[in-house]
């Protein structure tokens, strides 16, 4: 489907946080590398679909492109223009399919070079099973959490310098004979820096989430018995922001049987001991709020258990935007095929829809998602016994089939 002249359409704003939504909002979309060209225009015509289904021409996105990666390099000669980030700016919500690392120098990570420009302080990754995706656990359906991760520290901050480099020799002498500190001098070195200021506001945004979507618990996942002035000062700064929700929230080391009805339990774990629990007992957790190392692990691991990244979404946001993404890679031997998964950008898109306040559309395109699956509809990634493989256009059309009654089931 050809883009819309942004002219067309209206801003969507912001306030406290929350979207608020014109009916004709004007939307970015990056396409992607590699099966970007595939997933982008099925996805693209699935939620137009969804929206018109569910609004009959009351509500309608307005689409308008912006360049990253390969693209963007091939058309202007470089991966991340600066138009690109003053018209995410403006426009201040966008989609965007996998986007290729450049090697070498420059732009380390075009994902985090977005999530740091803009500010886009959490990562949000919610994980459920869909009957009919092939799953390594015997009851996937237990899994249902939402992994919150700090977006903008840690050691995703990329400061860091090459062993042998005058810059790290500098740094190891310097730690040498100022404060005591001995490493091999052609060590590589890296600095994690974890603030009071960006893991508050991470936990806040996670707490008032599970407080307001009803979940059951938030657990800070970290490593403090090792880095208790980085890991662990996350789990005591998260402890502090619990303390704002009064009357909402109770901590787990201070219950003694059940909690208090509609109040949310506040775990913490360590990190380790946290990828067991969520293979041996994943309906104990619910809302997870971590660091950013921890959570890019967790959310790949924790999307493993209900059939793979190729079902798992995202989204990356800011008080003032937000970008929604799908979380695998551009898979470029897969490329122009029309055979790839568009199950994360769809389920991105639903997010995206329901942080718009179009919680109608966005039922509208998960149901159809779901529902196609369940039928044995699925892309190649998918496919086994019973089922029909077919192609991601294909997928799409077959979503698009069932958002109105004669579609069936």
Avoid at 331 to 359: C, F, I, Y
Avoid at 380 to 402: K, N, Q
Wanted: net charge negative; aromatic share 6%.
């Amino acid at each position: 489907m050809a883009s819309q002249s942004p002219a067309s359409g209206e801003l969507i704003s912001f306030e406290g946080g929350q979207m608020h939504t014109p009916d004709r909002p004007l939307v970015a979309f990056i396409e992607g590398d590699g099966i970007g060209v595939d997933i982008w225009p099925a996805t693209q015509a699935a939620v137009d679909a969804a929206v018109e289904a569910a609004y009959h021409g009351r509500r309608q996105i307005v689409w308008t492109e912006v360049l990253a990666g390969e693209k963007a390099h091939q058309r202007v000669g470089t991966y991340l223009p600066a138009a690109t980030l003053e018209e995410l700016r403006r426009v201040k919500v966008g989609i965007k399919g996998p986007l290729t690392t450049p090697v070498g120098g420059g732009i380390r990570s075009l994902n985090v070079a977005l999530r740091q420009e803009l500010d886009l302080y959490a990562c949000v990754r919610p994980v459920r099973y869909y009957p009919g995706v092939p799953s390594p656990l015997k009851n996937p359906e237990r899994v249902d959490m939402v992994i919150y991760r700090e977006n903008t520290e840690d050691v995703y901050a990329g400061i860091e310098w090459q062993s042998g480099s005058a810059e790290a020799g500098r740094l190891i002498r310097s730690l040498r004979d100022e404060l005591g500190v001995s490493i091999d001098p052609q060590s590589g070195v890296g600095i994690k820096p974890i603030s009071p200021t960006a893991s508050k506001r991470l936990v806040r945004r996670a707490i008032a989430y599970a407080v307001s979507a009803g979940r059951k618990s938030v657990t800070l996942v970290h490593k403090g018995n090792i880095q208790k002035f980085t890991e662990g000062a996350f789990r005591d700064w998260g402890y502090e922001v619990a303390a704002e929700f009064l009357g909402q929230v109770v901590l787990e080391r201070d219950l003694d049987g059940p909690p208090p009805p509609g109040q949310v339990v506040i775990k913490d774990r360590i990190a380790d001991n946290m990828f067991q629990q969520v293979l041996l007992h994943p309906e104990a957790y619910d809302v997870i709020a971590t660091t950013n190392l921890n959570g890019d692990y967790l959310s790949d691991a924790i999307a493993a258990e209900v059939g793979g990244i190729g079902m798992a979404p995202g989204a990356n946001l800011s008080d003032q935007a937000a970008i929604f993404e799908a979380t695998h890679g551009t898979a470029p031997r897969h490329a122009g095929k029309d055979e790839a998964n568009p199950g994360s950008l769809m389920l991105s898109a639903v997010m995206m829809l329901t942080a718009m306040g179009w919680q109608e559309a966005a039922a509208m395109l998960e149901g159809a998602l779901a529902r196609t699956i369940a039928s044995g509809v699925v892309t190649y990634d998918l496919a086994g016994p019973g089922t029909s493989r077919v192609s991601t256009s294909a997928f799409a059309r077959a979503m698009i089939s069932r958002m109105h009654p004669e579609g069936g089931n």
